[in-house]
């Protein structure tokens, strides 16, 4: 039963585009959502997070929306760059005790030229 | 920021060989770590959970006697991939928690594990 849905796969944008990327979860129990951005042959990076005491986080380009009552989170990015292609994760853990992160299964964006 | 390093980036290996890869958090203390692989294009497994001074959790379907896991410090854990076969060849990557963050976890750059 996969816990963290993601969608879509894959995503093209134009340079100075929106970049949109939807994840759902299904445990009630999940209070930490990280969004990691990974580039081919290298790990995962943090590029942010919420919890669910607020709906929405911005750190420059990057905003997430989290909605409680429909379970749902998503990752905008603003004026998306060519520099963004990548492949994007999102993830859900429960917060307590030791951090083990459900992740979902990715998206890859392209930003086009 | 919290620096976790992987090492080595890459190895070949001959099958039957065993392989060692060692991940540390440089610049805090780890009591948690992580190790996943990750197929091409597809999303990170978790294989095992590893906390200081204690025994590895497996995940299920993982072979705890193939992939050993050591947590022998706060800095360092490694993962040890024994009696290595074509089919183990894949990226592996680690992660790490702070002992007072919330749930916060750090990657390490993964190692491409390629058996020939």
């Known amino acids: 039963q996969q816990q963290v849905k993601q969608s879509p796969q894959s995503l093209i944008v134009q340079k100075g585009g929106i970049s949109i990327i939807n994840c759902a979860y299904e445990?009630?129990?999940?209070?930490?959502f990280p969004w990691y951005q990974q580039f081919p042959g290298k790990g995962p990076a943090l590029l942010i997070a919420?919890?669910?005491?607020?709906s929405e986080k911005k750190e420059g380009r990057f905003t997430i929306s989290f909605n409680k009552s429909a379970k749902q989170f998503s990752l905008h990015i603003m004026d998306s760059q060519p520099g963004d292609s990548a492949t994007y994760f999102c993830?859900?853990?429960?917060?307590?005790?030791?951090?083990?992160?459900?992740f979902g299964k990715g998206t890859m964006l392209l930003v086009s030229p | 920021g919290a620096v976790v390093s992987q090492h080595p980036s890459w190895v070949i290996c001959k099958s039957g060989t065993s392989v060692k890869i060692e991940c540390r958090s440089l610049d805090f203390q780890a009591t948690t770590m992580f190790w996943y692989r990750q197929f091409p294009k597809q999303s990170l497994m978790l294989m095992a959970t590893s906390n200081e001074g204690s025994k590895a959790t497996y995940e299920q379907g993982v072979e705890k006697d193939k992939f050993l896991i050591n947590h022998a410090s706060l800095t360092l854990s490694t993962l040890t991939v024994t009696s290595a076969h074509p089919e183990d060849s894949s990226f592996y990557i680690c992660?790490?928690?702070?002992?007072?963050?919330?749930?916060?976890?750090?990657f390490g750059q993964g190692t491409r594990l390629t058996v020939v």
């Open positions: 992660s790490a928690s702070r002992a007072a963050s919330y749930t916060e976890a750090f």
């Open positions: 993830a859900a853990s429960k917060g307590s005790g030791y951090s083990t992160l459900t």
């Open positions: 445990n009630t129990a999940f209070d930490y």
């Open positions: 919420i919890r669910p005491d607020v």
